[in-house]
């Protein structure tokens, strides 16, 4: 009955590993988010996806990329992870983009060693 | 761009208290979206309310209640009769044209 789905919910890695979090909402939402949290509890969005097709591409590395195989997943791919990536990542969906409430899954804590 | 200030950091309050968030926007559109968040302790984001520019309507909903302002460009965010399950951290998001933008947060402690 999840809504809105993350896993890992941990994630434990040294630098330079390549890891994915998966992300899946069962609500039929065209749109979905990832967003970053850093430890100041400072929110980011990093990307938006309506229907597969990326619609906000805010300026982080390259070393991040989303992938969305449908309307209902959107994963991330983080390549050579590094220190400062050490966050809790958040996915969102809503029905359609930006001026609809989102709903948020319950985040992804990753730590880079 | 959008900017979304929430001047304050921290509020600390003893229940019953009432307790108003501040939010101030900025936006050179005519039509945008301004949003509450909560974020209790466990982590999880949970949606409070939207509003659209055109929709100066006050709301209210049971201990809750929003004053959105344009003349002011705020959109603050009033608890009455505070209680310790109100201890969360509270983001006010602005939305137009695919840019997004959500304040630095400011966490409210209820104490009992």
């Known amino acids: 009955d999840t809504a809105v789905s993350q896993t890992p919910k941990y994630l434990v890695t040294q630098m330079g590993n390549d890891k994915s979090i998966k992300c899946e909402q069962n609500?039929?939402?065209?749109?979905m988010y990832w967003y970053k949290q850093d430890s100041k509890k400072f929110l980011k969005i990093m990307f938006s996806y309506n229907n597969k097709e990326l619609i906000i591409n805010e300026t982080v590395p390259n070393r991040f990329s989303p992938k969305s195989p449908d309307k209902a997943h959107l994963n991330l791919h983080i390549n050579s992870l590094e220190l400062g990536d050490s966050a809790v990542y958040f996915c969102?969906?809503?029905?359609?983009?930006?001026?609809?409430?989102?709903?948020f899954g319950p985040g992804t804590r990753l730590t880079v060693l | 761009a959008q900017k979304v200030t929430q001047a304050q950091t921290e509020i600390s309050v003893v229940e019953k208290e009432d307790v108003t968030l501040d939010c101030v926007y900025e936006t050179r559109d005519t039509t945008y979206y301004l949003f509450w968040y909560k974020q209790p302790p466990s982590g999880e984001l949970v949606f409070l309310i939207r509003r659209n520019s055109f929709d100066e309507q006050n709301e209210i909903s049971g201990r809750y209640s929003w004053n959105f302002q344009k003349s002011t460009s705020s959109f603050n965010f009033t608890i009455t009769a505070s209680q310790v399950v109100d201890s969360a951290v509270y983001f006010c998001?602005?939305?137009?044209?695919?840019?997004?933008?959500f304040g630095a947060g400011t966490r409210l402690t209820v104490k009992p």
């Open positions: 969102a969906s809503s029905p359609s983009h930006g001026y609809n409430e989102q709903f």
């Open positions: 609500l039929g939402h065209d749109t």
């Open positions: 998001v602005s939305y137009n044209n695919n840019d997004m933008r």
